[in-house]
C-alpha cells in the first residue's frame, strides 16, 4: 500500500510472531474475508494473514467488480445469494463506504432458444429467493436506449434477463474495509512476506505452520486464499488440487456520459460492460483459452472483446482505451468453488474461484471461518467441499459462469 493510502486507511503493522491459532495465505478478499469473520463471528483474533505483495494486490484488485446471484443450480444460487445479502450490509456493518452500487444485471438474449432458457432460470432465481425478470425487446431497449437492437444486422436483441440484485462495488475498498475490521480486532496482516513452503507433521498428514522469507510462523490451522497459485500451495502439503489457472484480461476506457445504470452482457457475443463510478466504461470476457500464470495482456482480446462490445453498444466506437489488466483465474472442472476441509489435518481451502470469486468474497470468508472455527464443514458450501471429485459429485455450473 503506498503512503497516501496508509494515511487514509487505519491498519496497524505487527511483526511476526512465532505462533498463531490461524495462519491464512493469501491478503486478498477470501482470505481477508475470512479473517474478519474469524474475528467478528467466532473471537478467534490470533490470525495472522500473509501476502507475498500487497493487501488486494492479486485478483481482488484485477477483477471487474460484478456481484449477482443469478446462478443455474440450487445450491450456488443459496451461496451467492447469501453472499450478495452480506454484501447489502456490509458498508453499514464495517463502517466504511465501498462505493457499493445497486445496478441490476441484464442478460441479452438473441434467439427464441435464448429466451426459453432465459424463463426457466429466471423462475428458479425467483423461487430461490433472487427476483430476476423477463424483459421484451422494447423494455430492453427503454431500459438501455444505447443498444443497437439489430445487433449490427447480424446478432438482434429478442429480449432480456433482469437479475434485480446485480450491483457494483470498489474492489480496493472492499479489502481494505475487511482488512481494517479483522485488524482492530487483533488480527496480524503481514505484507510483502512470501510463503516458502508448509511444515508439515512427519507423516504429512497435519499441517504445523508456514515458511517465509520473514522466518518460520506455526499454527494448527492453516487457510490458502491465494486464487490462482493455489495448486502450488497444494504441492507443498502433498495435495493434488483440480485447478487449471487461466489469465482473465479486462480493459476500461475514457469517461462517458454517467447515465449507464445497469450492468449488461452477452452470452452469445461473450462480453460484459457497467460504468465505473468515475464514469469509465469497464469491459470484461471470458478467461485465456491457454492455462497459464502470466499477468500480460494482450492486443488480441481487446479486438475481440471490444468488437463485439461495439456491435451491440455503437457509441463505444468513439470511446479510447485507458487502461488494461489481467488476473490468474484459478478454474475448478465444474465451474464451481472448491471450500472448506481438505484430507490434510488443519490446511483449509478455498479456490475454484474463476471469474466468479470478487461476488463470492463475504459469503466464503463467513463459510470457511465458521468451518475452522467449529472443524466440521459449515451447511452452506457442504455441496463445495474437495471431496466432491471423489465422490463423483460434481456441481456442473457452467451456463453461471457468464462469458465461458
Given at each position: 500500500m503506498n503512503e497516501f493510502q496508509e494515511r487514509k486507511v487505519k491498519l496497524k503493522w505487527h511483526e511476526p510472531k512465532k505462533n498463531y491459532d490461524v495462519i491464512i495465505i493469501g491478503g486478498g478478499g477470501h482470505g481477508l474475508a475470512a479473517a474478519y469473520y474469524l474475528a467478528t463471528r467466532h473471537g478467534i483474533t490470533n490470525v495472522a494473514v500473509i501476502e507475498r505483495k500487497y493487501i488486494g494486490g492479486g485478483n481482488s484488485g484485477r477483477n471487474t467488480t460484478i456481484i449477482r446471484a443469478d446462478y443455474g443450480i440450487p445450491e450456488a444460487m443459496a451461496f451467492y445469494k447469501r453472499s450478495v445479502d452480506l454484501y447489502y450490509q456490509l458498508e453499514q456493518e464495517t463502517d466504511r463506504w465501498m462505493m457499493f452500487k445497486p445496478k441490476g444485471m441484464l442478460r441479452l438474449m438473441h434467439s427464441e432458444a435464448n429466451m426459453q432458457s432465459a424463463i426457466k432460470r429466471a423462475h428458479t432465481n425467483t423461487v430461490f429467493g433472487s427476483p430476476t425478470d423477463i424483459l421484451s425487446a422494447a423494455e430492453v431497449s427503454k431500459m438501455v436506449p444505447e443498444i443497437d437492437m439489430t445487433g449490427g444486422g447480424k446478432y438482434p436483441v429478442v429480449g432480456g434477463f433482469l437479475h434485480h440484485a446485480g450491483a457494483?462495488?470498489?474492489?480496493?475498498?472492499?479489502?481494505?474495509?475487511?482488512?481494517?475490521?479483522?485488524?482492530?480486532?487483533?488480527?496480524?496482516?503481514?505484507?510483502?512476506?512470501?510463503?516458502?513452503?508448509?511444515?508439515?507433521?512427519?507423516?504429512?498428514?497435519?499441517?504445523?505452520?508456514?515458511?517465509?522469507?520473514?522466518?518460520?510462523?506455526?499454527?494448527?490451522?492453516?487457510?490458502?486464499?491465494?486464487?490462482?497459485?493455489?495448486?502450488?500451495?497444494?504441492?507443498?502439503?502433498?495435495?493434488?488440487?483440480?485447478?487449471?489457472?487461466?489469465?482473465?484480461?479486462?480493459?476500461?476506457?475514457?469517461?462517458?456520459?454517467?447515465?449507464?445504470?445497469?450492468?449488461?452482457?452477452?452470452?452469445?457475443?461473450?462480453?460484459?460492460?457497467?460504468?465505473?463510478?468515475?464514469?469509465?466504461?469497464l469491459m470484461g470476457a471470458h478467461v485465456d483459452r491457454q492455462p497459464a500464470y502470466n499477468y500480460r495482456a494482450g492486443y488480441d482480446f481487446i479486438q475481440h472483446c471490444a468488437h463485439h462490445a461495439m456491435t451491440i453498444l455503437p457509441f463505444l466506437r468513439k470511446m479510447r482505451v485507458l487502461r488494461q489488466w489481467t488476473g490468474l483465474c484459478d478454474m475448478s472442472p465444474d465451474a464451481s468453488p472448491v471450500m472448506g476441509l481438505t484430507p490434510v489435518e488443519g490446511l483449509h481451502i478455498t479456490t475454484g474461484w474463476g471469474t466468479w470469486g470478487f461476488k463470492a468474497i463475504p459469503a466464503s470468508g463467513e463459510s470457511v471461518a465458521e468451518t475452522i472455527a467449529t472443524g466440521k464443514q459449515a451447511e452452506l458450501i457442504k455441496p463445495f467441499g474437495l471431496d466432491r471429485f471423489a465422490k463423483d459429485r460434481t456441481m456442473g455450473d457452467l451456463g453461471s459462469t457468464g462469458t465461458h
Open positions: 457494483t462495488a470498489r474492489h480496493d475498498r472492499v479489502n481494505w474495509g475487511l482488512a481494517e475490521g479483522a485488524n482492530k480486532h487483533g488480527v496480524h496482516i503481514h505484507q510483502r512476506t512470501a510463503v516458502t513452503d508448509l511444515i508439515m507433521s512427519a507423516d504429512g498428514s497435519k499441517i504445523n505452520g508456514v515458511r517465509t522469507d520473514k522466518g518460520d510462523m506455526y499454527a494448527d490451522q492453516v487457510l490458502c486464499a491465494v486464487g490462482g497459485h493455489v495448486t502450488s500451495i497444494g504441492n507443498m502439503a502433498g495435495l493434488r488440487l483440480p485447478i487449471r489457472t487461466h489469465p482473465l484480461q479486462a480493459f476500461v476506457t475514457n469517461h462517458y456520459e454517467r447515465k449507464f445504470e445497469p450492468i449488461v452482457a452477452s452470452l452469445l457475443l461473450h462480453f460484459y460492460i457497467s460504468q465505473t463510478a468515475r464514469g469509465e466504461m
